[in-house]
Nanobody
C-alpha cells in the first residue's frame, strides 16, 4: 500500500512561482515512477511531469506546455518528489495530483493551483 500526500498549492499571479511537494508513505523504490498530473473541470487528467525511475529508459518526461518552466526533482531517500513551477500562466490553473506506480497506480488527494492574470 502506498499513500501520496501533496502540499504547496495556492494562489499566485501570472509570472510567479510555486513548488509542489509530494511525500510517499509505503514502499516506493527508485525504479518506480513518481510524478505529477493536473486536471481542470471538464477535461481529462493530463501528465505534467514524471520521473520514470532508474529503469534505464527515458528518465524524465514533461508535457510540452510546461517544458522550460517546470522542473521535477526526486529524493529517493525521502520518498519525495517536487515540482518546481516558474513563469506560471493562467492556463496552469488546476488541481495537481501526485502520481506513483508500483504494480498499481496511486494518487494523492490533489492540491489546487490557481494562477491569476
Amino acid at each position: 500500500q502506498v499513500q501520496l500526500v501533496e502540499s504547496g498549492g495556492g494562489l499566485v499571479q501570472a509570472g510567479g512561482s510555486l513548488i509542489l511537494s509530494c511525500v510517499a508513505s509505503g514502499r516506493i523504490f527508485s525504479t518506480n515512477p513518481l510524478g505529477w498530473y493536473r486536471q481542470v473541470p471538464g477535461k481529462q487528467r493530463e501528465l505534467v511531469a514524471v520521473d520514470n525511475g532508474d529503469n534505464g529508459g527515458v528518465r524524465i518526461e514533461y508535457a510540452d506546455s510546461v517544458k522550460g518552466r517546470f522542473t521535477i526533482s526526486r529524493d529517493n531517500a525521502k520518498n519525495r518528489v517536487d515540482l518546481h513551477m516558474s513563469s506560471l500562466k493562467p492556463e496552469d490553473t488546476g488541481v495537481y495530483y501526485c502520481y506513483g506506480h508500483r504494480g498499481l497506480e496511486y494518487w494523492g488527494q490533489g492540491t489546487q493551483v490557481t494562477v491569476s492574470s
